[in-house]
Every structure is written in C-alpha cells, then in structure tokens.
C-alpha cells in the first residue's frame, strides 16, 4: 500500500486517539479485498510504504491501531451474528405458530365444507400462508448466516497481522540494491561464459 502520508491510512472525521481510530473506508476496503483476493490462511504482512517522512515510532504505533481495528470489527460481526440467530429463534418460533394455526384452519375448513372447489382453495391457501410465515426463519438459518461467519473469520485473521512502515526513498533504495545485485550476478555468469565456464543443465 502506497500513501503520501500515514494519516492517510485513518479516518479523518474520527476523533478517538491515533491507536483507536477507525481506519479509513477506502484503506479497509483495500485491505480486506487484497486479502481476499491472496486467500491465505494465516495473515501476511501489511507493507505501507510513505511518501513522505516517517517516524520511526510510526510502525509500531501504526500496527497496534491496524490491529485494534480489525479486532472491533471481527466483535462487531460477532454481535451480529447473535443477534442474527437471536432474530432467526424468534421469527422461527413465530412462523410455526402461523404454521401450526393455520394447519389447523385448513383441517377445519376441510370439515366444515367437505370437499368443494371452495373450500379447497381455502385449505391451500391456509396451508400456504402458513409456510409463507416460515419463509424468514429459514432464509436466516440456511444464508444469512454464513456470510457474517467468513467475514468475522477474514477480520480476526486480519487482527493478528503484522505492519511495515517504510519510506518512499528506503523502499526505492532496496530495490536499486536488488536490482544492482541482480545485474551484477548476471554480468559475473555472462564473464564466466565467456570465459569457457557452463551451467551444468539439470
């Protein structure tokens, strides 16, 4: 990730103090997507680099906000998913009293007025109420819920991972290096070539 300053990783709007302070929309987007799209199973290393100058407390203290972040997020998903299955318990036990009532109903119905065209439209359509009631509960326990799950999942591993915090100019500095090493390496096997050495083929 690449920022002309480290506040930028932040929210600017949040007022709690740097190590709790929300991270910006776009950065956790970011962050989050980057992860999914890797899918690793344990965390990386989230590499920043700064445009600008960077003080050498900024790593850790950047690390410890990262972390705190995406630790508040994985309990906020946590607390929904109870209050999810919480709601999925009461729309459950709502829908089968509909369903048990109107069960009820249609046995009634089919009574009362035998078999007619009438009163069989009245013991479907009870019938169908009554499963329409259990539509919800359903919905909840069979893909509502699992979503919340990946996500809270994704967040906790988010929570553990480690943070780097580099300059612009130490960053170009180590790839000048790898890439001088690099052509240095080349230039000493082209010499040994030339020189009538070979590399064995495996």
């Given at each position: 990730m690449r920022l002309r300053a480290i506040d930028q990783l932040f929210d600017p709007v949040d007022p709690s103090p740097f190590r709790q302070q929300d991270l910006s929309a776009w950065a956790a987007e970011y962050i989050v997507e980057s992860m999914n799209e890797m899918s690793v199973p344990e965390p990386v290393t989230l590499k920043i680099?700064?445009?600008?100058?960077?003080?050498?407390?900024?790593?850790?203290?950047?690390?410890?906000?990262?972390?705190?972040?995406?630790?508040?997020?994985?309990?906020?998903?946590?607390?929904?998913?109870?209050?999810?299955?919480?709601?999925?318990?009461?729309?459950?036990?709502?829908?089968?009293?509909?369903?048990?009532?109107?069960?009820?109903?249609?046995?009634?119905?089919?009574?009362?007025?035998?078999?007619?065209?009438?009163?069989?439209?009245?013991?479907?359509?009870?019938?169908?109420?009554?499963?329409?009631?259990?539509?919800?509960?359903?919905?909840?326990?069979?893909?509502?819920?699992?979503?919340?799950?990946?996500?809270?999942?994704?967040h906790e591993r988010l929570s553990g991972t480690s943070v780097v915090v580099v300059g612009l100019a130490v960053a170009a500095a180590k790839v000048e290096v790898r890439a001088s090493a690099n052509l240095s390496a080349k230039r000493s096997i082209a010499r040994w070539e030339n020189e009538g050495g070979r590399i064995k083929q495996r």
């Open positions: 680099v700064v445009a600008g100058p960077v003080d050498p407390n900024s790593e850790t203290a950047t690390g410890v906000a990262v972390r705190a972040y995406f630790a508040r997020q994985a309990a906020l998903r946590r607390r929904s998913l109870r209050l999810l299955l919480r709601r999925g318990l009461v729309t459950l036990a709502i829908g089968i009293t509909f369903l048990v009532v109107f069960f009820s109903v249609s046995h009634l119905i089919a009574w009362l007025l035998d078999n007619g065209p009438f009163a069989t439209l009245l013991r479907e359509g009870s019938l169908i109420v009554g499963w329409v009631a259990m539509w919800r509960p359903i919905e909840i326990f069979l893909y509502d819920w699992w979503p919340i799950v990946g996500d809270r999942q994704l």
